[in-house]
């Protein structure tokens, strides 16, 4: 059975910093291309960063680099969001998931996380 769970959300003034951890059971985090997504309501879930299995090389969309960095401690099997300089545009439902192979759409990861919430005002 396969789980992820996020956490770490929470309300931060602008300008703040906030480390999201996603704890995975059921599969090995090296071996999966991880990612993290955001969702506001009415909006479509974005990506904003992933990490991959190939060469440990990132990803991120360009609304975040440079604030955010996405890094996973494979002996904890659990993978982080850090998040700094944190801007109002930030506030969503942030997702965890797991991919089998190095890939960026939505749809290609197969394992999801119930979300955690990150407000900035």
């Known amino acids: 059975h396969v789980q992820l769970v996020e956490s770490g959300g929470g309300s931060v003034q602008t300008g703040g910093s906030l480390r999201l951890s996603c704890a995975v059971t059921?599969?090995?985090?090296?071996?999966?291309?991880m990612g993290w997504f955001r969702q506001t309501p009415g909006k479509e879930r974005e990506g904003v960063a992933a990490?991959?299995?190939?060469?440990?090389?990132?990803y991120y969309t360009d609304s975040v680099k440079g604030r955010f960095t996405i890094s996973r401690e494979n002996d904890k099997n659990t993978v982080y969001l850090q998040m700094n300089n944190l801007k109002p545009e930030d506030t969503a439902m942030y997702y965890c998931?797991?991919?089998?192979?190095?890939?960026?759409?939505?749809?290609?990861?197969?394992?999801w996380g119930q979300g955690t919430q990150v407000t900035v005002s």
């Open positions: 998931a797991a991919a089998a192979d190095d890939s960026l759409p939505l749809a290609d990861f197969g394992y």
């Open positions: 059921g599969i090995t985090t090296s071996t999966y291309c």
């Open positions: 990490i991959f299995t190939s060469d440990d090389s990132t």
